[in-house]
């Protein structure tokens, strides 16, 4: 009589565990933000609460989840009067790419 509600007691613990199991947390997929600058001065390129210095010519990439981003460049040195400055949002669905000035 024991070993059957032994027995019984097991089942019961096994298929509690069995069936309740973990569930998987949705994670969001991660894309690539490049930012590039074709100008020979710097830009301060801000995105994500995050902000760097662009040399001129080259580019910087963002890793960043599935998402709508607000995003600044603006340029550091090299302008007369005032600095050229571009400002937008962008969906990231994809791999996307923002040339400026």
Wanted: aromatic share 12%; charged share 15%; glycine share 6%.
């Amino acid at each position: 009589m024991k070993i059957i509600k032994l027995l019984a007691i097991v089942a019961i613990i096994t298929g509690a565990v069995f069936f309740s199991g973990c569930t998987k947390e949705s994670v969001s997929p991660i894309y690539n933000l490049r930012f590039t600058c074709t100008s020979n001065n710097p830009y301060l390129v801000e995105v994500n609460g995050k902000s760097n210095v662009l040399s001129g010519n080259t580019y910087k990439d963002y890793r960043l989840e599935k998402g709508t981003y607000s995003w600044k460049v603006t340029q550091q040195s090299g302008f007369v009067l005032y600095p050229t400055i571009q400002s937008g949002t962008v969906n990231l669905d994809q791999d996307k790419q923002i040339v400026f000035p």
